[in-house]
C-alpha cells in the first residue's frame, strides 16, 4: 500500500523528474562552462538588463544565496558584470562574452527542449506545463 502511495506521490515524483532533466541540461551545457541556473540567469539578465539581485531572484525564483553564488563565477568568467547603483544597490548586466555565450546555449537549449518532448504530443505538453504550473503557484 505505501509503495503505491510512493509511487503516485506528485512531490517525490517532480523531485526525481527535476534531477533526471538537471543532469541532462547540465550534461549538454557542461562543454559551454555553465550550468542550467546559470543558463537562466543569462536570459534573465537579457530580459531584465541592469536589474538588482532581488529582482533577478525574484524573476527566476532562486534564492538570493544562490544567485549570488553563481553571479560570482559568472563574474569571474567575465560573462557578467555588477555596476554599483544609488546606495548599497548592485546592478547586473551582461558582458559582450556573456551575451556571445548565450546567443550560443540557445540552439542547444532549443534542441534539449526539441529532444525532451519527442514523442509527447501537443496537447500532452499543454497539459503538463498547465498541471506544473498550477502546482508551482503560490
Given at each position: 500500500?505505501?509503495?503505491?502511495?510512493?509511487?503516485?506521490?506528485?512531490?517525490?515524483?517532480?523531485?526525481?523528474?527535476?534531477?533526471?532533466?538537471?543532469?541532462?541540461?547540465?550534461?549538454?551545457?557542461?562543454?559551454?562552462?555553465?550550468?542550467?541556473?546559470?543558463?537562466?540567469l543569462?536570459?534573465?539578465?537579457?530580459?531584465?538588463?541592469?536589474?538588482?539581485?532581488?529582482?533577478?531572484?525574484?524573476?527566476?525564483?532562486?534564492?538570493?544565496?544562490?544567485?549570488?553564488?553563481?553571479?560570482?563565477?559568472?563574474?569571474?568568467?567575465?560573462?557578467?558584470?555588477?555596476?554599483?547603483?544609488?546606495?548599497?544597490?548592485?546592478?547586473?548586466?551582461?558582458?559582450?562574452?556573456?551575451?556571445a555565450?548565450?546567443e550560443?546555449?540557445?540552439?542547444?537549449?532549443?534542441?534539449?527542449?526539441?529532444?525532451?518532448?519527442?514523442?509527447?504530443?501537443?496537447?500532452?505538453?499543454?497539459?503538463?506545463?498547465?498541471?506544473?504550473?498550477?502546482?508551482?503557484?503560490?
Amino acid at each position: 500500500m505505501l509503495s503505491d502511495d510512493l509511487s503516485r506521490c506528485v512531490v517525490l515524483n517532480i523531485v526525481v523528474a527535476a534531477r533526471t532533466l538537471l543532469r541532462r541540461y547540465d550534461a549538454r551545457l557542461k562543454p559551454y562552462g555553465v550550468t542550467v541556473q546559470q543558463f537562466a540567469l543569462l536570459g534573465a539578465l537579457r530580459a531584465y538588463p541592469c536589474a538588482p539581485v532581488a529582482v533577478l531572484a525574484e524573476r527566476i525564483v532562486l534564492d538570493r544565496t544562490s544567485l549570488t553564488r553563481n553571479l560570482d563565477l559568472m563574474e569571474r568568467k567575465g560573462l557578467v558584470r555588477r555596476v554599483a547603483a544609488a546606495g548599497n544597490l548592485r546592478l547586473c548586466e551582461l558582458t559582450g562574452k556573456g551575451e556571445a555565450l548565450l546567443e550560443e546555449l540557445i540552439p542547444q537549449w532549443q534542441a534539449s527542449k526539441a529532444d525532451l518532448l519527442h514523442g509527447i504530443s501537443d496537447e500532452d505538453a499543454d497539459t503538463f506545463f498547465k498541471v506544473v504550473r498550477h502546482i508551482a503557484r503560490d
